[in-house]
Nanobody, 119 residues
C-alpha cells in the first residue's frame, strides 16, 4: 500500500502564491508518473500537471506559465508551486501517482488539499 498526503493549501488573495507538497509513503514501491489534479465545485476533476514515467512534464492550458511542478525522487515528494493565482484556481487539489509494487502497477490518489483564491 502507498499513501499520498497533500499539504500546503489555504486561502490566498488573487495574484498570490502557494506551494503544495505531496508526500508518498509505503514500502517497496517506486513512483512512475506523478501529477496534480484539481476539482472545483460542480466541475469535473481536471489535470493540472503530470510528470510521466519518462520525465515528460505536461501542464494544463489554464495553468501553463503560472504553475511549476517539481519532484524529489529520493524523498518521494512532489511539489506544485502556484504563482499569479486567480479566483478560478479555487479547487481541491489532488496528488496522483502511478506506482510500481513488485511487477504490478497501481494508481493512488491523495485526499486532497483545499486552495481558495479570493478576488
Amino acid at each position: 500500500q502507498v499513501q499520498l498526503v497533500e499539504s500546503g493549501g489555504g486561502l490566498v488573495q488573487a495574484g498570490g502564491s502557494l506551494r503544495l507538497s505531496c508526500a508518498a509513503s509505503g514500502s517497496a514501491f517506486s513512483i512512475k508518473g506523478i501529477g496534480w489534479y484539481r476539482q472545483a465545485p460542480g466541475k469535473q476533476r481536471e489535470v493540472v500537471v503530470e510528470i510521466s514515467a519518462y520525465g515528460t512534464t505536461k501542464y494544463g492550458d489554464s495553468v501553463n506559465g503560472r504553475f511549476t511542478m517539481s519532484r524529489d525522487n529520493a524523498k518521494n515528494m512532489a511539489y506544485l508551486q502556484m504563482n499569479s493565482l486567480k479566483p478560478e484556481d479555487t479547487a481541491v487539489y489532488y496528488c496522483h501517482a502511478n506506482v510500481m509494487i513488485g511487477r504490478f502497477e497501481y494508481s493512488y490518489w491523495g485526499e486532497g488539499t483545499q486552495v481558495t483564491v479570493s478576488s
